[in-house]
């Protein structure tokens, strides 16, 4: 009766699964019960209802069968075989008068008999077996495979004028939230949290570029030629690469970075030897920071006067190429920035110094990361108390903060004859309360009652900003003092005040580039009052007796190469402190690797400079634009020059200064103009 139900089913197409043996429809590819492989082959219905006996093979291990529960395994042969006939055993479903047929066994009753295997089935689950194994194989091949592209494309250095699509990169002013954060290896731009792009260029990539000329603010007419050119840069094409650097020059003729990127090309092609600095800038992009564009303006005016100087003589030094790198707006960026030039001094041993950060803050950042690859960072611009001594490879050409405010308090109090003052000041800047504390300490040391203070919030809009200014106001002052660390605050507290107010701003020379602005970009310019470590007119006022430095003639030169901009000189003929300041460090740079190469002729190291730099004091002393610059114990300046400046309806004016303007000088006291 089993064997005619059985070939009924056979008969309309039914398989049996090869794991479970539960029968399936014909049309189904696996089993319906436990997901098997299923055989339609009829041999299996056979096999399993023709009698066999087993023979015991012993194994030392398990079989691949999981299916089999002893230490052997059993291989099924058919009834009546003549193959070890010693070993046949009666199966115990067997009649009678099968007894007969076979010969009893030495060996003990089987077990259960196993589950019948088509030799069909054990060649189809071998190949599953490798199959599997295969695919397992592809698939893991195909995981790293994907997470190699991933990880290129995130390592991909970012394209300054780019699209972002999944297989280019972020524009520089993309606000898209991109994986983060992203490092290049060594030369190469990425986006930070705020999609700001930041970064280090050797010219393959446009740092400072807006193309949208509607952005007034950010807008550089020659972007798109920048662009170009880093692209071709980075394909090879030189040639193509600085003609269009000399294009974007035409177009925006007072852009450092352009300038910058042609010299190195010079310096390249020259195949002759070379050092290179950084140059470790902020050059933000909302709001502008004018100050890294002026950096970047001395520092290229002394890479060209010194590389020129090197062209056309046979003293034997080194040519200077400089790399940009990019920070941005947040502060903590400067951490980021700073790893990736080590990564590029790592593999480009000609990095042996950093010109850099022009804030303070960033520069605290930074220290003990350059201390630590003994790499020296030079200083043109932070002023903040707390960097003094504060490493063995951090120098700065400025005065520190307290001497400047100090200065500003003595001619505030004894030439203008300020009494009451109120201070208004940015809460969360380290920088603006020490700059209110040493102004304060010294007004009060001068005879005068310690002011109240307004904290305001970085960034207010103009709404807040005049509440404070009324604030402000209310309590009469002759003066406020003002300390801030973003341009758009400062002017929009400059727009509050009313114009039937007397009161002067008392601030600092980081808001020299709103005094220089052109007429009418912000207001109440006229009130400011403040201590800089440099005025282009000092030379005329101090040392009227000395000739015009080339300094000044080689910067209108090459900013205004046309002669097209006379009404608005700031920029392009007139450089301010921060241009004067940069141009006078690469200068102390240029002496200390020129002390370096007495000693170490083949290679320079950051070690050998940071020596180099600690011999420039006395009659090693840089004679700069802004004054001599002597390196005392602390490697701040020994008696560097301050002045006072004022501004009036005919632009500022000088009207105080100290300390020691030329080498040897001996009288660097305070004088009044």
């Not at 007072?254 to 310096?267: M, S």
């Amino acid at each position: 009766m089993m064997m005619l139900q059985d070939e009924k089913m056979s008969k309309q197409g039914t398989q049996i699964c090869t794991v479970c043996w539960t029968s399936n429809p014909s049309s189904r590819g696996t089993c319906l019960k436990c997901g098997g492989l299923l055989e339609p082959d009829d041999d299996i219905l056979k096999a399993k209802l023709t009698p066999s006996t087993t023979k015991i093979v012993s194994a030392p291990f398990l079989p691949v069968d999981d299916l089999e529960s002893d230490h052997s395994f059993n291989e099924t042969t058919p009834a009546h075989s003549d193959e070890h006939p010693s070993s046949t055993v009666k199966d115990s479903g067997s009649s009678s008068s099968d007894q007969g047929a076979l010969r009893s066994s030495p060996l003990p009753p089987p077990g259960p008999q196993p589950r019948y295997r088509n030799p069909r089935w054990n060649a189809l689950r071998s190949i599953n077996e490798r199959r599997t194994l295969m695919l397992m194989i592809i698939g893991g091949l195909l995981v790293t495979i994907l997470l190699f592209v991933t990880v290129s494309q995130l390592l991909q250095p970012v394209s300054s004028n780019s699209q972002l699509t999944p297989t280019s990169n972020p524009t520089a002013t993309s606000n898209t939230a991109l994986p983060y954060p992203i490092y290049p290896q060594a030369i190469g731009v990425y986006p930070d949290e705020d999609g700001e792009n930041i970064g280090l260029s050797d010219g393959s990539y446009a740092l400072d570029v807006e193309k949208d000329k509607q952005d007034i603010e950010k807008y550089r007419p020659g972007s798109n030629y920048k662009i170009q050119a880093s692209e071709a840069l980075r394909k090879g094409d030189t040639g193509r690469a600085t003609a269009l650097w000399s294009q974007a020059r035409n177009e925006d003729s007072n852009d450092a970075e352009t300038l910058i990127y042609l010299e190195d090309q010079r310096v390249l092609a020259s195949g002759k030897p070379y050092v290179t600095i950084v140059i470790g800038s902020v050059l933000a992009d909302k709001p502008v920071d004018y100050s890294s564009r002026d950096q970047l303006q001395g520092a290229y005016i002394a890479q060209l006067e010194h590389n020129e100087e090197v062209r056309t003589s046979s003293s034997g030094d080194l040519l200077l190429r400089l790399l940009i790198a990019k920070s941005g707006n947040t502060t903590i960026n400067s951490v980021k920035v700073t790893n990736q030039i080590l990564e590029a001094a790592h593999s480009d041993k000609t990095i042996v110094g950093v010109l850099g950060w022009t804030k303070t803050t960033n520069s605290l950042n930074v220290l003990p990361i350059f201390a630590q690859a003994h790499i020296p960072m030079l200083s043109s611009s932070a002023l903040g108390d707390d960097l003094t001594g504060r490493s063995p490879y951090f120098f700065r050409i400025v005065p520190r903060n307290k001497e400047l405010e100090s200065a500003l308090a003595k001619y505030t109090a004894s030439k203008l004859k300020f009494q009451k003052l109120v201070v208004v000041y940015e809460g969360q800047d380290p920088f603006s309360q020490n700059e209110v504390d040493d102004f304060t300490q010294q007004f009060v040391a001068d005879g005068h009652d310690n002011p109240p203070r307004l904290p305001y919030q970085r960034l207010s809009s103009p709404e807040k900003m005049k509440d404070i200014v009324n604030s402000a106001l209310q309590t009469k002052p002759d003066a406020i003092l003002l300390a801030g660390s973003r341009s758009t605050d400062i002017g929009n507290f400059l727009a509050a005040i009313p114009a039937d107010s007397n009161v002067k701003i008392l601030t600092d020379s980081a808001e020299y580039p709103l005094a220089d602005a052109p007429p009418g970009d912000f207001k109440n310019t006229s009130r400011l009052i403040f201590a800089s470590p440099a005025f282009p007119d000092e030379w005329k006022v101090i040392k009227p007796s000395e000739h015009e430095q080339p300094f000044f003639i080689e910067y209108k030169t090459a900013f205004d190469p046309y002669n097209q901009h006379g009404s608005t000189p700031y920029g392009y003929q007139r450089p301010d402190t921060a241009v004067m300041q940069a141009y006078d460090a690469i200068l102390v740079l240029v002496k200390g690797l020129r002390i370096a190469r007495t000693t170490h002729n083949e290679s320079l190291t950051g070690d050998d400079l940071q020596q180099a730099l600690l011999k420039i004091k006395g009659p090693q002393a840089v004679q700069g634009v802004a004054g001599q610059i002597s390196f005392g114990a602390d490697h701040d300046p020994v008696n560097k020059e301050i002045v006072v400046l004022q501004a009036e309806d005919k632009g500022l004016q000088l009207k105080y200064y100290q300390g020691c303007f030329l080498i040897g000088d001996t009288d660097c006291g305070g004088h009044f103009v």
